[in-house]
């Protein structure tokens, strides 16, 4: 049974969350088949008695008050992910004043809890995924023999499921940080080309990160190098990470082109070029204050990390100017399309400052781009 205060942490989450959205009709050059299930995602919902998991029943969630609101019914939702600070209170560290929460572990196969919430107002099919130094591990399921790169199940409304689990027994006990980054989607069989009158949100689903110290340093050892710096755009705002297919900015509107079918075809195979524009440290306001000295960013093709510029993923080295309000980075990458013809959804997500526990951005909820879905059809012969 959850503690009181987690329960009161829980409730007072949902509370404080606003989704909204925007009824802005989009127009269709062409019929596309979006049929999609979870057998060709071959991706099966477990059973939690299988896995010896139990809902517990925390809040009753009221359905949306109108047709304007970005809801679990028309779009993806919301949920909340943490660690259980009662179940896991020998190896959770709260150093608020330090900001940051350290998880410290004897080995990485160490047992943790995952707590689970469906904020949602109808039950739905929530995808668990488990980031290690930004890069996707399997876990598994405590007592199980399974190894999961994604672990789907079927959560009630206001619902919440604790889940312990061990990482990949690949993983390494090493002298460095390491950053533990933990998401949780619900409908991810959703694909955003679908929505024709409504602009999805990025409210569809939650990460956060935390500290893992063997004893060692406490700065994070990342192999990968710093890419080419991007082109500095000023004047122009693109109010977070978007990641679109378009190389060109403006200034009115959203401060970017977007993607307004939410939707990009291309062929089996193919090399994608794709742009991010990001303002480092100004989305939210208590960021602006924050020295940003460099960010990396991390995506996913249904559900599965994908390489960008053939490097799991991007890091960039920014310019402390450049976090000022209206100065956007734009910077260029490519990905592979898959070989396999179908609907895929395409997401990103942003780590400011990734290698330095000193700072509470990255330890908070992580920033994601609005998702859109890529259609792959067959190549030519």
Sequence with gaps: MLQKKTVIWLVTVLLTILITGCNTQHEENEVIDRTTSYENRERVIMSMHELGLEEIHVHEIEGPPNNYMLTCERLRGYVDV?????????????????????????????????????????????????????????????????????????????????IPINLSSNLEKNEYL????????????????????????NMFGEM?????????????????????????????????????????????????????EQHLQVKSGDTVDLYFYINPGSLIPEWRETVVT??????????????????????????????????????????????????????AFIIFNPIDIHDDVHHWGVQFTFPFTIEVTKASD
Excluded at 191 to 200: A, L
């Design 294 to 347: 460099e960010y990396l960013i991390v995506a996913m093709l249904n559900w599965q990390q994908i390489q960008l510029n053939a490097l799991p993923f991007l890091r960039v080295e920014a310019i402390h100017e450049e976090k000022a309000f209206g100065i956007t980075d734009r910077g260029h990458f490519t990905i592979i399309a898959p070989e396999e013809p179908g609907l895929y959804e395409f997401v």
């Design 82 to 162: 943490a660690l259980l600070q009662d179940n896991n209170e020998n190896i959770i560290d709260y150093q608020h004043e330090e900001g940051f929460i350290q998880i410290n572990l004897e080995t990485p196969q160490d047992q943790i809890v995952v707590s689970l919430f469906n904020a949602c107002h109808v039950d739905r099919p929530i995808l668990v995924k488990v980031f290690f130094n930004y890069e996707e591990t399997p876990f598994r399921v405590a007592g199980s023999e399974i190894y999961f790169d994604d672990l789907l199940l079927k959560v009630s409304s206001g619902h919440v499921v604790n």
């Design 208 to 260: 956060h990160s935390w500290a893992i110290s063997y004893g060692g340093s406490e700065r994070l050892k990342l192999d990968v190098p710093f890419m080419t710096p991007p082109t500095r755009l000023v004047g122009i705002e693109s109010f977070g990470l978007v990641v679109q297919q378009y190389g060109q900015a403006w200034s009115e509107n959203h401060g970017v082109y977007l993607m307004s």
């Design 178 to 201: 390491n950053i533990l980054s933990i998401g949780a989607f619900p409908n991810p069989e959703h694909h955003t080309m679908k929505d024709d009158s409504f602009t999805i949100s």
